[in-house]
């Protein structure tokens, strides 16, 4: 016997799906603040047996080293659990390397959403030190790796990326989906399938059914 129940992002109502399936939702500025409470969320999911994690994002972007820091929580919690992204709204700057360090096969894109990526940029990143330069250079050269290795070929999608460097470059959800950042244009339903399988069981001799 299988019970099917529907449940959308958002709507997660059903109490015995809380500690299997967990949202989370990241907006505004990708900062401390905003990545330390990603980050507990991500953590108490993994440890309550979180089978599924999906974060739904609308930001303008903010700090590329914080969305660093988050996609490393998200990378050790795949190893658990799927962990899908889904862009409601908009995935720019500092979100757009979150977006695409979703699970591959569960990155989602709505059809109104944007997506939008340019050269990295981290707190203090105005400082023209040659050290300071080098970082900003290396969180660059990561935030690429992770948009890239997203794509369906990551040599040629790093030449596009760089001709573009100088520019905001905004990506529409069927550029998303032609490129392979995102798998599916859409924000998904969730259909969670139960199985109850009734047993035989003896007691006193007498057939139970359990």
């Known amino acids: 016997m299988a019970f099917v129940v529907e449940s959308f992002p958002g709507a997660l109502s059903p109490d015995f799906l809380d500690s ?21 969320e991500i953590v108490d999911a993994v440890n309550q047996g979180a089978i599924f994690i999906f974060i739904v994002i609308h930001s303008k972007g903010g700090d590329h080293d914080e969305a660093l820091r988050l ?5 050790r919690a795949k190893r658990f659990c799927a962990v899908a992204t889904i862009i409601q709204g908009k995935a720019w700057s500092a979100a757009a390397p979150i977006f695409c360090a979703g699970s591959e096969g569960f ?3 709505a059809p109104n959403g944007s997506f ?12 023209t030190t040659s050290s300071a330069e080098a970082h900003v250079e290396r969180v660059q050269q990561r935030v690429e790796d992770i948009i890239c290795q997203a794509s369906h070929d990551p040599d040629a999608f ?29 924000v ?4 969670h399938h139960f ?16």
């Open 107 to 109: 990155r989602f894109v």
């Open 116 to 127: 939008m990526i340019h050269q990295a940029r981290v707190r203090d990143s105005a400082q």
């Open 195 to 210: 199985t109850y399988s009734p047993y035989l069981a003896l007691s006193n001799g007498k057939a139970m059914l359990m």
């Open 20 to 40: 299997k399936v967990a949202e989370i939702s990241l907006t505004g500025v990708i900062n401390c603040d905003c990545v330390s409470g990603a980050v507990d």
């Open 71 to 75: 996609i490393e929580v998200m990378e």
């Open 188 to 191: 998904p339903t969730f259909v």
């Open 158 to 186: 790093l030449q596009l990326m760089r001709a573009n460097a100088d520019d905001d470059w905004f990506l529409t959800p069927d550029e998303l989906i032609e490129y392979g950042l995102a798998n599916h244009k859409g």
